[in-house]
Structures are given as C-alpha cells and as structure tokens.
C-alpha cells in the first residue's frame, strides 16, 4: 500500500458533548468504508465557548455558572482520563472514551470516578495502570498538547474534523459544520469525476496555522 493511500482524521470533540458522540460514530463508520487506510485521532478541546454551546444545545435544565462550571470540570477530567488511556493505544482509547459518553448519557449525566473504571476494564486496558496514568503530570502535558494542536489547526468548536488525504499532498480539509459520511467521502474522492468535486474541495481546504 502507497503512503499516498492513507487518510489520516482529526476529530476535536467535546468529551462528554452528545454531538460529538455523534461525529465519532460518523468517522469509525467512514473508515470502516474506505478502501484506504484510515488513521484517526480523537482531540478533546475543552473551552468555555464549547461547554455553554453544549449546555444550549443538549437543553440542560440550567446554564447557571454553576452548572456549567460542572460540565466544564467533568469534561476536562474526561480529557484526562482520555489522555491516560491512549497511554495504552490510540484505538483502546477511542473504544474509552465512546464507552464513557455513552455511559453518561444513559445516566444522570455526572461523570464518576467508578464509571472511568468500570469503561477502562470494558476498553480491555490495564485499570491499575490506567489509574496510574490518569493522576500523572504526563496526561496533563498530553491534554494542553491537544489545545495547542487546535490552536495550530484553528479549531475553536467542537466537533470539528481535520482530514489530510494523502493525494491532496498540498493541503487538508477543515469541517466545522455538520460532519457526514457522504461529505467525507467527497472530499476524499477523484475531483475529475464531477464538476461539483472542485467546488466542495475549496470551499474546506486550509492550511495549518
């Protein structure tokens, strides 16, 4: 297989954010159905924009201070126990961090530190050394490592996703609107093949900051 046959997926998502459960079942499904290989990345971004967009969104019942500074803790503690388990493997850490999601949106919406574990054992990582890891400055650095890459990519919103398609060696594709697997699939596709390709292409290339 050819290096240019790689796509390779930033998704900055809210790790406790409905929308971005979403975005990440959207993007394992489109590399389920790429004949490439398909590299994915999840990136939590924490800010206070995303936490109140995400209180609007998700109609919480109160978009008090108070509230939103508990989403915004649990959502960084989510960060950090996201970083902890990639420490064990990029797709181990993925199959985390959606079990975890999940398991707060069939609950009261508080994250514990028994549901981390309880999604640990069920992603088949190492509870004690996840455990380790979650408590160590090493999964901080990995968290403000993640900021900075938003910042070098222009994220300020989740989701969003960054795609490098390895025959458009010039450039990637930022999606801060609705991410879809057709969309996906388009601008991944030959842009000689329909006069509309070019256009779709344009309109989400950039360059990196």
């Not at 790790?15 to 790429?34: C, D, N, Q, W």
């Not at 025959?167 to 388009?186: F, K, M, P, W």
Request: proline share 2%; net charge negative.
């Amino acid at each position: 297989m050819s290096l240019n046959n790689v796509i390779e997926i930033f998704l900055f998502v809210n790790p406790l954010g409905v929308k971005s459960y979403e975005a990440e079942e959207v993007i394992e499904t489109f590399s389920k159905e790429r004949d490439e290989k398909v590299k994915i990345r999840f990136v939590p971004l924490l800010n206070f924009k995303s936490v109140k967009k995400q209180l609007l969104d998700e109609k919480y019942n109160s978009t008090s201070v108070e509230n939103r500074n508990r989403l915004y803790t649990d959502s960084f503690n989510a960060s950090l126990a996201f970083a902890a388990a990639s420490m064990q493997g990029k797709k181990k850490a993925r199959t985390f961090l959606m079990n975890l999601q999940e398991s707060i949106l069939n609950s009261n919406g508080f994250l514990t530190k028994s549901m981390m574990l309880d999604c640990a054992e069920s992603a088949k990582l190492d509870t004690d050394m996840f455990e380790e890891d979650l408590e160590s400055d090493l999964a901080k650095a990995a968290f403000t490592k993640d900021q900075k890459l938003a910042e070098e990519m222009a994220v300020k919103d989740t989701p969003a996703c960054v795609l490098f398609n390895g025959s458009d060696v010039e450039c990637g594709y930022r999606i801060e609107t609705a991410i879809t697997s057709n969309l996906l699939h388009g601008i991944c596709s030959d842009s000689t093949l329909t006069e509309e390709l070019p256009d779709l292409k344009n309109k989400y290339k950039f360059q990196m900051v």
